[in-house]
């Protein structure tokens, strides 16, 4: 099975800082790599696919990119929303396979 | 607008068996293979199984946490999918999404707890 190593598990930031995460992939993935936001209430929605294309209705401040095995998310300016939980999945190869999370805190 | 609607959790006893459904609206649902996942509480995500589309004869493919107990099916004239879950555990003990074709969309969760 791939894993998918994800950093931090926890991240404190303030309104307006740009903030990276990060999933490493234990295999190669090429580009099969979705971003997931989850709120509180378990609503899960789609931010990323396919390593750095926007879903529709995603604001701009959002975005991925790969490097290498890496695979990044970075918010560039955090609104008070951003502040929920976020899992990379990727889908390269069965069984499909999360990064343990990142929960993002207002400091 | 698309949605999904899972239905058919509860408390179950160990050993004991749930169907989960999984209704959708908004979209041609026989286009798109469906996800099951799921996440035990405190827990992250877990892909569990998916079944493609009748093009791809309806194949199904199962995480071996879950091989041999959990069937998944559809429906595509009622635009649903199903999950037969059998000889239930008590590290099943999750909420269940379903999802469909590449995750672009996602169903708001059933909680299944599995306790004597």
């Known amino acids: 099975d791939i894993q998918m190593t994800q950093s931090p598990s926890s991240l404190s930031a303030s309104l307006g800082e740009r903030v990276s995460l990060t999933c490493r992939a234990s295999?190669?993935?090429?580009?099969?790599l979705n971003w997931l936001q989850q709120e509180p209430d378990g609503t899960i929605k789609r931010l990323i696919y396919?390593?750095?294309s926007l879903d529709s209705g995603v604001p701009k401040r959002f975005s991925g990119s790969r490097s290498g095995s890496d695979y990044s998310l970075t918010i560039s300016s955090l609104e008070s929303e951003d502040f929920v939980d976020y899992y990379c999945?990727?889908?390269?190869?069965?069984?499909?396979?999360f990064g343990a999370g990142t929960k993002l805190e207002l400091k | 607008q698309v949605q999904l609607v899972e239905t058919g959790g509860g408390l179950v006893r160990p050993g004991n068996s749930l169907k989960l459904s999984c209704v959708t609206s908004?979209?041609?649902?026989?286009?798109?293979?469906m996800h099951w996942l799921r996440q035990p509480p405190g827990k992250r995500l877990e892909w569990i199984a998916v079944?493609?589309?009748?093009?791809?004869?309806?194949?199904?493919n199962y995480a071996e946490s879950v091989k041999g107990r959990f069937t998944i099916s559809r429906d595509d004239s009622k635009s649903s999918v199903y999950l037969q879950m059998n000889r239930l555990r008590e590290e099943d003990t999750a909420t269940y999404y379903c999802?469909?074709?590449?995750?672009?969309?996602w169903g708001q969760g059933t909680l299944v707890t599995v306790s004597a």
């Open positions: 999802s469909r074709g590449w995750f672009a969309y």
């Open positions: 908004g979209f041609t649902f026989s286009n798109y293979r």
């Open positions: 079944i493609t589309v009748k093009s791809d004869n309806y194949g199904a």
């Open positions: 295999q190669d993935i090429g580009s099969s």
């Open positions: 396919a390593t750095s």
């Open positions: 999945l990727q889908y390269a190869s069965s069984p499909l396979t």
